[in-house]
């Protein structure tokens, strides 16, 4: 068998290792337009802040393809043809292939705004981005962030940390409005702006204007201002590559359309990862997820299918985490902007305004749903127990020192935590915290 991969980001490279595992003979090929080596893309920003080099954030080393057998094609696939089996390369030459793997990630979601070709206006997903920012950063003095999402907040660290001038347009009244609670959003925007951010919420970009070399010099806002920016990052956003899938005719919608298999509309062609769109996502699910944990988790899943495992992907509990300049995010669970008719949330904030802890649970049984923690770091394996299992929320709050990955912390906010939850919810009496014991049964916390 020979099966050809387009893409070697996390999803496309733990699908050719898990190939390789599982199926010893079979032929293996990577092909990637953007770098000759897989690397880490959530890792990007730390290049620029000059914390890590690129040799750091290629998980393995550069003898590891060799070793395994995995042929590496380091050019663009421009066409597809899925009668003959073939994938015409931008080189001239042509792969034929048994079976293969769309894992082509995402691209930019730009507006069409009047000004967006000026050189110094661009957004951040892969390394010419890093390239191009790193070249068109240097020595000025105001940029403009426009986007709220994740990448937003990572644009104005990185630019802060080079000691540029940041304005952060968001188009919603609050920040993250639609991931985050409000309470999260309020302390995430504070945080934000007391590093010097000029954050401007229901504000949004009109255009960019240029100088005579045709470089970005200001912005307009929808509110009218003019602001000075000779960068600016749009972090409006990512959508699916559909550009092979669509010249080959595959049935796309936002994403490559997929089955529980991954499989695509045509014979022997999978979708996954940031590429694909489940097109029966479980009630409440996404259908298209754009996380580096979900891409790995379906990379694994499709090579079992491929390898002749058929194994339907299915996600499992939702998890992901963040960091806003030194301030830690994770969610755990399901804990949305809006809160669900048949759920309730506790919500504990330390008056410093740099740690929260919400709870969502179900009010009939008051098992939890979610958890969201900023400025303290819960254990994964914990939180989904408890989730799994349905545990009552007040069960969870005595045995809260078991998620906390610091004893410190729990010493100190725990018994604050359940005194405020016994006074949001009163009738819910929670029983003393159970203590951890360590080594020798040495008590931790
Ligand atoms: C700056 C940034 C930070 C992020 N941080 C996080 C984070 O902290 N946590 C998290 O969960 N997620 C994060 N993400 C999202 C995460 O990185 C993606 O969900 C993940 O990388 C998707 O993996 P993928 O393999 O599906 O696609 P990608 O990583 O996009 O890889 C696809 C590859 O295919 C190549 N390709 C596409 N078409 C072709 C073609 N025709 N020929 C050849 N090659 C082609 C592309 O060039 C690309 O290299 C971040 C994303 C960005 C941009």
New binding site residues.
Partial sequence: MHLVI????????TAAITARRLSPEARITL?????AHHYS??A??YLYLGHLRYTDVKPYEDWFWLENRLELVH????GLDTVARTVQLATGHALAYDCLLL????VVRTAGWPGQQLRGVQG???LPDLESMSRTTQGIRHAVVVGGG??GV?LAEMLHSRGIAVTWLVREARYWQSVLPPEESALLAAHIKSHDINFQANTELREVLGDAQGCARAIVTTTGQELPAEWVGLATG?QP?L??ARAAGLETDRGILVNTLLETSAPGVYA????AQHRQPAPGEVAV???????RM??ETVAHTICGQPTPYQRGQWF???KFFNLEYQTYGRVPAQLAADTASFCWQHPAGKHLLRINFRQANHAVTGVNAIGLRQRQDVWERWLREQTPINEVLTQLAAANFDAEFSRQHEPAIRREFARQFPDLPVAPATRRRGLFGVRLG
């Fill in positions: 387009i893409g070697n980001g996390i999803t496309g490279v092909v990637s337009a953007e770098s893309r959530p990007l920003m050019a663009e696939a421009t894992a082509t990630g995402s951040f997903y892969g994740l990448v990572e990512v590559n550009t092979l996954a990862g940031d590429c997820e754009q996380l580096w944990y979900t891409g379906q990379g992901n985490s963040a």
